[in-house]
Protein backbone atom coordinates (compact mmCIF):
# COMPACT_ATOMS: atom_id res chain seq x y z
CA UNK A 1 0.00 0.00 0.00
CA UNK A 2 3.04 2.14 0.00
CA UNK A 3 4.61 2.17 -3.77
CA UNK A 4 6.95 4.11 -5.88
CA UNK A 5 5.09 4.84 -9.42
CA UNK A 6 6.45 2.68 -12.49
CA UNK A 7 6.60 2.84 -16.27
CA UNK A 8 7.26 5.51 -18.55
CA UNK A 9 4.33 7.26 -18.36
CA UNK A 10 3.13 9.47 -15.52
CA UNK A 11 -0.32 8.62 -14.82
CA UNK A 12 -1.04 12.48 -13.22
CA UNK A 13 0.09 14.00 -16.55
CA UNK A 14 -2.29 16.51 -17.63
CA UNK A 15 -4.83 19.37 -16.11
CA UNK A 16 -5.98 18.81 -12.72
CA UNK A 17 -9.05 21.34 -11.49
CA UNK A 18 -11.57 21.09 -8.67
CA UNK A 19 -14.59 22.11 -10.65
CA UNK A 20 -17.82 21.62 -9.20
CA UNK A 21 -18.91 19.04 -11.51
CA UNK A 22 -19.84 16.22 -9.13
CA UNK A 23 -21.02 13.91 -11.85
CA UNK A 24 -17.20 13.72 -13.38
CA UNK A 25 -15.21 11.74 -11.66
CA UNK A 26 -11.62 10.48 -11.75
CA UNK A 27 -10.59 7.25 -10.22
CA UNK A 28 -6.73 6.58 -9.26
CA UNK A 29 -4.79 4.11 -7.51
CA UNK A 30 -1.68 2.74 -5.94
CA UNK A 31 0.50 0.73 -8.00
CA UNK A 32 -0.08 -2.82 -6.54
CA UNK A 33 -2.85 -5.16 -7.40
CA UNK A 34 -5.52 -4.44 -4.37
CA UNK A 35 -5.61 -1.27 -4.96
CA UNK A 36 -6.36 -1.16 -8.69
CA UNK A 37 -8.55 -3.72 -7.91
CA UNK A 38 -10.79 -1.95 -5.42
CA UNK A 39 -10.53 1.26 -7.71
CA UNK A 40 -12.04 -0.48 -10.96
CA UNK A 41 -14.78 -1.29 -8.84
CA UNK A 42 -15.34 2.00 -8.23
CA UNK A 43 -14.87 2.83 -11.30
CA UNK A 44 -17.86 0.14 -12.44
CA UNK A 45 -19.95 0.95 -9.57
CA UNK A 46 -20.33 4.32 -10.36
CA UNK A 47 -20.47 3.89 -14.11
CA UNK A 48 -23.43 2.16 -13.76
CA UNK A 49 -24.95 4.57 -11.81
CA UNK A 50 -24.74 7.98 -14.39
CA UNK A 51 -21.17 8.95 -13.52
CA UNK A 52 -18.69 10.12 -15.93
CA UNK A 53 -16.05 8.19 -15.17
CA UNK A 54 -11.93 8.64 -15.96
CA UNK A 55 -9.40 6.39 -14.56
CA UNK A 56 -5.96 7.28 -13.67
CA UNK A 57 -4.07 4.07 -12.11
CA UNK A 58 -0.96 2.38 -10.99
CA UNK A 59 -0.12 6.80 -9.38
CA UNK A 60 2.39 5.28 -6.31
CA UNK A 61 2.58 5.60 -3.10
CA UNK A 62 0.34 7.83 -0.32
CA UNK A 63 3.16 10.56 -0.71
CA UNK A 64 1.70 11.14 -4.41
CA UNK A 65 -1.73 10.25 -4.20
CA UNK A 66 -2.95 11.84 -1.55
CA UNK A 67 -1.86 15.22 -2.94
CA UNK A 68 -3.44 14.56 -5.89
CA UNK A 69 -6.66 13.98 -4.42
CA UNK A 70 -5.93 17.51 -2.99
CA UNK A 71 -5.64 18.81 -6.26
CA UNK A 72 -8.07 17.36 -7.91
CA UNK A 73 -5.66 15.62 -10.28
CA UNK A 74 -7.75 12.33 -9.48
CA UNK A 75 -11.14 12.62 -7.66
CA UNK A 76 -11.08 9.36 -5.52
CA UNK A 77 -8.63 6.95 -4.20
CA UNK A 78 -9.29 3.30 -2.06
CA UNK A 79 -7.11 3.68 1.00
CA UNK A 80 -6.63 2.04 4.09
CA UNK A 81 -8.20 4.02 7.12
CA UNK A 82 -4.97 3.50 9.78
CA UNK A 83 -2.33 4.24 7.25
CA UNK A 84 -4.19 7.43 5.65
CA UNK A 85 -4.27 8.27 9.30
CA UNK A 86 -0.84 8.34 9.86
CA UNK A 87 0.22 9.88 6.80
CA UNK A 88 -2.07 12.69 7.97
CA UNK A 89 -1.43 13.10 11.43
CA UNK A 90 2.22 11.78 12.20
CA UNK A 91 1.18 12.01 15.74
CA UNK A 92 -2.19 9.99 15.75
CA UNK A 93 -2.25 6.53 18.33
CA UNK A 94 -5.44 5.41 16.99
CA UNK A 95 -5.37 1.78 16.57
CA UNK A 96 -8.69 -0.31 16.85
CA UNK A 97 -10.91 0.41 14.08
CA UNK A 98 -13.72 2.94 15.74
CA UNK A 99 -10.80 5.38 17.50
CA UNK A 100 -9.41 4.95 14.30
CA UNK A 101 -12.03 6.09 12.20
CA UNK A 102 -13.15 8.93 14.63
CA UNK A 103 -9.31 9.96 14.57
CA UNK A 104 -9.18 10.24 10.77
CA UNK A 105 -12.49 12.43 10.38
CA UNK A 106 -10.58 15.31 12.54
CA UNK A 107 -7.59 14.71 10.15
CA UNK A 108 -9.32 14.49 6.81
CA UNK A 109 -9.45 18.97 7.36
CA UNK A 110 -11.34 20.54 4.48
CA UNK A 111 -10.37 19.63 1.44
CA UNK A 112 -10.48 15.48 1.84
CA UNK A 113 -13.54 13.23 2.44
CA UNK A 114 -13.70 9.65 2.75
CA UNK A 115 -17.07 7.48 2.78
CA UNK A 116 -18.31 4.72 5.40
CA UNK A 117 -15.58 2.23 5.59
CA UNK A 118 -15.80 -1.22 4.74
CA UNK A 119 -15.78 -3.47 7.12
CA UNK A 120 -12.88 -5.47 4.97
CA UNK A 121 -9.15 -5.02 6.23
CA UNK A 122 -5.64 -5.41 4.57
CA UNK A 123 -3.17 -4.59 7.66
CA UNK A 124 0.19 -4.88 7.51
CA UNK A 125 1.74 -7.39 9.02
CA UNK A 126 5.19 -8.95 10.09
CA UNK A 127 5.66 -12.27 8.24
CA UNK A 128 8.27 -14.91 8.49
CA UNK A 129 8.85 -18.49 7.24
CA UNK A 130 7.71 -21.11 8.75
CA UNK A 131 11.25 -22.64 9.09
CA UNK A 132 12.11 -19.67 10.98
CA UNK A 133 9.13 -19.68 13.55
CA UNK A 134 9.73 -22.76 14.17
CA UNK A 135 14.00 -22.39 14.53
CA UNK A 136 13.38 -18.98 16.68
CA UNK A 137 9.73 -20.36 18.32
CA UNK A 138 8.16 -17.09 17.41
CA UNK A 139 4.59 -16.07 18.07
CA UNK A 140 4.75 -12.30 18.45
CA UNK A 141 6.59 -9.40 16.68
CA UNK A 142 8.64 -9.33 20.37
CA UNK A 143 9.45 -12.94 19.64
CA UNK A 144 11.44 -11.43 17.26
CA UNK A 145 13.13 -9.03 19.09
CA UNK A 146 15.42 -11.02 20.69
CA UNK A 147 16.85 -11.76 17.19
CA UNK A 148 17.14 -8.41 16.02
CA UNK A 149 20.84 -8.62 14.93
CA UNK A 150 20.12 -11.32 12.83
CA UNK A 151 17.01 -9.86 10.72
CA UNK A 152 17.05 -8.69 7.41
CA UNK A 153 13.93 -7.01 7.04
CA UNK A 154 12.44 -6.72 3.52
CA UNK A 155 9.46 -3.62 3.23
CA UNK A 156 9.01 -0.14 0.92
CA UNK A 157 11.08 2.17 1.42
CA UNK A 158 8.80 3.98 3.26
CA UNK A 159 8.59 1.84 6.02
CA UNK A 160 11.28 3.05 7.66
CA UNK A 161 9.89 6.34 8.42
CA UNK A 162 6.45 6.08 8.88
CA UNK A 163 5.11 5.69 12.86
CA UNK A 164 3.93 1.89 12.21
CA UNK A 165 7.52 1.01 10.13
CA UNK A 166 10.29 0.64 11.66
CA UNK A 167 9.98 3.23 14.49
CA UNK A 168 6.68 1.87 15.71
CA UNK A 169 8.34 -1.88 15.75
CA UNK A 170 11.31 -0.54 17.74
CA UNK A 171 8.91 1.47 19.73
CA UNK A 172 6.58 -1.06 20.68
CA UNK A 173 8.51 -4.35 20.58
CA UNK A 174 11.96 -3.31 20.36
CA UNK A 175 12.75 -5.07 17.26
CA UNK A 176 15.53 -2.95 16.30
CA UNK A 177 16.37 -3.66 12.14
CA UNK A 178 19.99 -1.99 11.32
CA UNK A 179 19.82 0.53 8.75
CA UNK A 180 21.77 -2.09 6.56
CA UNK A 181 19.86 -5.02 7.40
CA UNK A 182 16.81 -2.85 6.03
CA UNK A 183 15.88 -4.33 2.21
CA UNK A 184 13.73 -2.10 0.28
CA UNK A 185 11.44 -3.41 -2.01
CA UNK A 186 8.77 -1.87 -3.83
CA UNK A 187 6.10 -3.85 -4.64
CA UNK A 188 3.60 -3.12 -1.53
CA UNK A 189 4.12 -7.08 0.01
CA UNK A 190 3.90 -8.40 -3.68
CA UNK A 191 5.40 -11.07 -5.80
CA UNK A 192 9.40 -9.92 -5.04
CA UNK A 193 8.75 -9.25 -1.26
CA UNK A 194 7.45 -12.89 -1.13
CA UNK A 195 10.39 -14.40 -2.99
CA UNK A 196 13.26 -12.56 -1.20
CA UNK A 197 11.15 -14.05 1.85
CA UNK A 198 10.60 -17.92 0.96
CA UNK A 199 14.24 -17.68 -0.88
CA UNK A 200 15.92 -16.93 2.21
CA UNK A 201 17.46 -13.35 1.35
CA UNK A 202 15.87 -11.64 3.97
CA UNK A 203 14.15 -12.99 7.99
CA UNK A 204 11.08 -11.25 7.88
CA UNK A 205 8.64 -8.96 5.46
CA UNK A 206 5.97 -6.64 5.78
CA UNK A 207 3.24 -8.21 3.61
CA UNK A 208 -0.42 -7.43 3.90
CA UNK A 209 -2.53 -9.93 5.47
CA UNK A 210 -4.57 -10.07 2.58
CA UNK A 211 -2.19 -11.60 0.49
CA UNK A 212 -2.77 -14.91 -1.07
CA UNK A 213 0.85 -15.70 -0.65
CA UNK A 214 0.49 -16.49 2.95
CA UNK A 215 -1.47 -19.32 2.83
CA UNK A 216 0.14 -20.47 -1.01
CA UNK A 217 3.82 -20.39 0.62
CA UNK A 218 2.98 -21.48 4.55
CA UNK A 219 4.15 -18.57 5.51
CA UNK A 220 3.62 -17.18 9.52
CA UNK A 221 2.15 -13.72 10.23
CA UNK A 222 3.28 -12.78 13.88
CA UNK A 223 1.19 -11.39 15.97
CA UNK A 224 0.49 -7.78 16.98
CA UNK A 225 -0.56 -7.60 20.70
CA UNK A 226 0.40 -4.30 21.00
CA UNK A 227 -1.45 -3.04 17.82
CA UNK A 228 1.86 -1.37 16.25
CA UNK A 229 -0.22 -1.41 12.95
CA UNK A 230 -3.51 0.27 13.40
CA UNK A 231 -6.83 -0.79 11.65
CA UNK A 232 -6.73 -1.01 8.18
CA UNK A 233 -10.31 -0.96 6.45
CA UNK A 234 -10.60 -0.26 3.09
CA UNK A 235 -12.31 3.15 2.95
CA UNK A 236 -12.80 5.56 -0.56
CA UNK A 237 -11.30 8.68 -0.27
CA UNK A 238 -12.63 11.95 -2.55
CA UNK A 239 -11.81 15.53 -2.90
CA UNK A 240 -14.68 17.87 -1.42
CA UNK A 241 -15.08 19.01 -4.23
CA UNK A 242 -16.72 16.12 -5.73
CA UNK A 243 -18.76 15.25 -2.47
CA UNK A 244 -22.34 14.64 -3.27
CA UNK A 245 -25.37 12.13 -1.61
CA UNK A 246 -25.45 10.04 -4.74
CA UNK A 247 -21.69 9.39 -4.71
CA UNK A 248 -22.05 8.42 -1.09
CA UNK A 249 -24.70 6.09 -1.67
CA UNK A 250 -23.04 4.58 -4.62
CA UNK A 251 -19.34 3.96 -2.38
CA UNK A 252 -20.92 3.01 0.87
CA UNK A 253 -23.31 0.28 -1.31
CA UNK A 254 -19.61 -0.86 -2.39
CA UNK A 255 -17.66 -0.64 0.52
CA UNK A 256 -20.73 -2.81 2.36
CA UNK A 257 -19.59 -5.46 0.27
CA UNK A 258 -16.12 -5.42 1.01
CA UNK A 259 -15.37 -7.73 3.18
CA UNK A 260 -11.64 -9.06 4.10
CA UNK A 261 -12.56 -12.46 2.44
CA UNK A 262 -13.47 -10.77 -0.60
CA UNK A 263 -10.36 -9.22 -0.74
CA UNK A 264 -8.57 -12.24 -0.69
CA UNK A 265 -10.65 -13.71 -3.40
CA UNK A 266 -9.98 -10.80 -5.37
CA UNK A 267 -6.24 -10.81 -4.62
CA UNK A 268 -6.05 -14.57 -5.12
CA UNK A 269 -7.79 -13.90 -8.88
CA UNK A 270 -5.32 -11.04 -9.56
CA UNK A 271 -1.99 -11.89 -8.63
CA UNK A 272 -2.53 -16.33 -8.36
CA UNK A 273 -2.84 -18.94 -11.16
CA UNK A 274 -4.97 -17.48 -13.14
CA UNK A 275 -3.62 -14.06 -13.32
CA UNK A 276 -6.93 -12.11 -13.75
CA UNK A 277 -6.38 -8.44 -14.89
CA UNK A 278 -7.75 -5.77 -12.15
CA UNK A 279 -10.26 -4.51 -14.51
CA UNK A 280 -12.11 -8.24 -15.13
CA UNK A 281 -11.80 -9.22 -11.60
CA UNK A 282 -13.31 -5.80 -11.25
CA UNK A 283 -16.09 -6.18 -13.17
CA UNK A 284 -16.44 -9.96 -12.48
CA UNK A 285 -17.22 -9.06 -9.27
CA UNK A 286 -19.53 -5.92 -8.95
CA UNK A 287 -22.32 -8.65 -11.54
CA UNK A 288 -21.10 -11.18 -8.80
CA UNK A 289 -22.43 -8.69 -5.93
CA UNK A 290 -25.54 -7.05 -7.47
CA UNK A 291 -24.24 -4.22 -8.30
CA UNK A 292 -24.18 -3.86 -11.83
CA UNK A 293 -27.75 -2.24 -11.30
CA UNK A 294 -28.33 1.50 -10.57
CA UNK A 295 -28.80 1.69 -6.93
CA UNK A 296 -31.91 2.76 -6.41
Same mark, same amino acid.
Given at each position: ??????????????????????????????????????????????????????????????????????????????????????????????????????????????????????????? %? /? !?????? @?????? &? *? $????? #??????????????????????????????????????????????????????????????????????????????????????????????????????????? %? /? !?????? @?????? &? *? $????? #????????????????????????
Amino acid at each position: MALTACGDSDPLAGNSSCDTDTNQITVGSANFPESETVANIYAEALRVNGFQVDTKLNIGSREAYVPAVRNCSISLVPDYTGNLLQYLDKSATAATAADVNAALTTALGDELAIGTPAPGQDS %D /A !VVVTRA @TADRWN &L *N $TIADL #AAHSADVKFAAPAEFQERPGGLPGLRKNYNLDIAPGNFVPIADGGGPATVRALVEGQVTAADIFTTSQAIAENDLVVLEDPKNNFAAQNVVPLFNTAKQSDKLLSVL %D /A !VSAKIT @TEELIS &L *N $TAVSG #ASKTEPAAAAAAWVRAQGLDQPIA
